[in-house]
């Protein structure tokens, strides 16, 4: 389903807005990178919405407002990668230094950190029970294919 491109009045309008829209975002958050995607995916959003619903009375705040809120997403969704791989780093430096591994006990079981791993909500449900019961029920891959 292919869109029609926006007319040229609106097209013109966009192409004058953007420096400033740019500036705008890179002034308040001080990240020209991000700035730069907040502000594409808000003249994709006006570049749709514009043709058939009209040009608001003032494009320039409203592509602002627009833009300023896809940036805080971004940012918002980059701060929570970074505090997942800080996270994982963390996990792998304390697992990967021998002195800092858990002292195995007689009683310790694993089964339960396997499980947990085979479960993650990343993978497929398919994925989830043939990896459960190759890791932690012990089964052939020919096992769980006729199963």
Known sequence: MRRP???AGVEHL???EAPQVLGALTRRFGRFDVAEDAVQEALIV???RWPAEGVPQDPRSWLIRVGY???VDLLRAEQA???REQEVGRTELA???PERRAAPTGGTDDSLTLLLLCCHPRLSPVSQVALTLRA???LTT???ARA
Request: charged share 35%; hydrophobic share 30%.
């Open 81 to 83: 990668r970074h505090r």
């Open 136 to 138: 932690v029920g012990g």
């Open 142 to 144: 020919a096992e769980i």
């Open 46 to 48: 006006a570049g749709r």
């Open 5 to 7: 491109p926006p007319d």
């Open 14 to 16: 966009l192409r004058t």
């Open 95 to 97: 697992l990967g230094t």
């Open 69 to 71: 809120r896809r940036m």
